[in-house]
């Protein structure tokens, strides 16, 4: 599914930002598509209803928007950690963009499989290590076949 999911393109390393909304421009203006604007506005929506910072560092970030035909994300790993308001008041210094199709069945495994994935400190620490997008999401789907 990672590789469904996130593309080189789509990963951006040692990203600077200096708060929450510019790393959430940053996320979907580099879904590079035509569309990111409805896919940031729906992401500030949910935002407002509550901080999709899991804890523990990880922000993942997401909305369900028509006119997508497949989930798309992306990821970035930020050279500082930023406040993101997540619900253990810790810093994000890994963050998940997932814009999926509304109507998606498959929304709720998407969520829990990079939840689980991102979520495990050891990969975590791998992920802050590595400076390749490719090998990025080669890793990240290593561990998911596991």
Same mark, same amino acid.
């Given at each position: 599914m990672?590789?469904?999911?996130?593309? *080189?393109e789509?990963?951006l390393i040692d !990203?600077?930002?200096?708060?929450?909304q510019d790393?959430l !421009?940053e996320?979907?203006?580099?879904?590079?598509?035509?569309?990111?604007? &409805?896919?940031?506005?729906?992401?500030?929506?949910?935002?407002?209803i509550?901080?999709?910072?899991?804890?523990?560092?990880?922000?993942i *970030?997401?909305? !369900?928007?028509d006119?997508?035909?497949r *989930?798309?994300?992306c990821?970035?790993?930020?050279?500082?950690?930023?406040?993101?308001?997540? !619900?253990?008041?810790?810093?994000?210094?890994i963050a998940?963009l997932?814009?999926?199709? &509304?109507?998606?069945?498959?929304h709720?495994r998407?969520?829990?499989?990079?939840?689980?994935l991102l979520?495990?400190?050891s990969?975590?620490?791998?992920?802050?290590?590595?400076?390749? *997008?490719?090998e990025?999401i080669r890793?990240?789907?290593?561990?998911?076949?596991?």
């Amino acid at each position: 599914m990672v590789t469904e999911i996130l593309t *080189p393109e789509r990963v951006l390393i040692d !990203l600077t930002v200096e708060n929450k909304q510019d790393l959430l !421009l940053e996320l979907c203006e580099n879904l590079k598509i035509k569309n990111w604007r &409805k896919i940031h506005k729906a992401v500030i929506k949910r935002e407002r209803i509550m901080s999709t910072g899991i804890g523990d560092g990880i922000a993942i *970030p997401r909305c !369900l928007i028509d006119g997508l035909d497949r *989930p798309l994300g992306c990821l970035a790993i930020l050279k500082n950690p930023i406040d993101f308001e997540s !619900l253990d008041r810790r810093p994000v210094k890994i963050a998940l963009l997932l814009a999926i199709p &509304k109507g998606s069945s498959d929304h709720a495994r998407i969520l829990a499989t990079f939840i689980e994935l991102l979520a495990q400190e050891s990969i975590q620490k791998h992920l802050i290590r590595i400076k390749s *997008p490719q090998e990025i999401i080669r890793f990240l789907d290593s561990r998911e076949e596991e």
